[in-house]
Nanobody, 113 residues
Framework: QVRLVESGGGLVQPGGSLRLSCAAS????????MGWYRQAPGKQRELVAD?????STNYVDSVKGRFTISRDNNMVYLQMNSLKPEDTAVYFC?????????WGQGTQVTVSS
């Protein structure tokens, strides 16, 4: 059983930056894919970015050039720059691969002046 713990959310002004971290515990194997999803009030959960264990990355168009995903073994990070009010959401960490799929509890990111 893999446990994911997110940290780094908070309140930031438009144009500011935050760095989210997610630590995966309970697995000695390299997790195939780790990623960040977000869900704003009244909206569906959407992929923000993900990264495989070979460091192949994927981003939703709305964050390209502003967000950067990286990982160190079974830790994954999301550096968020030039934040906009529309980035406000609960951000969830996900770890998945062949026959496994785990989610964290989420961390709130609020972008507001």
């Amino acid at each position: 059983q893999v446990r994911l713990v997110e940290s780094g959310g908070g309140l930031v002004q438009p144009g500011g930056s935050l760095r989210l971290s997610c630590a995966a515990s309970g697995s000695s194997l390299s997790i195939y894919r780790m990623g960040w999803y977000r869900q704003a009030p009244g909206k569906q959960r959407e992929l923000v970015a993900d990264i495989t264990n070979s460091r192949s990355t994927n981003y939703v168009d709305s964050v390209k050039g502003r967000f950067t995903i990286s990982r160190d073994n079974n830790m994954v990070y999301l550096q968020m720059n030039s934040l906009k009010p529309e980035d406000t959401a609960v951000y969830f960490c996900r770890a998945n691969g062949y026959q496994y799929d785990y989610w964290g509890q989420g961390t709130q990111v609020t972008v507001s002046s």
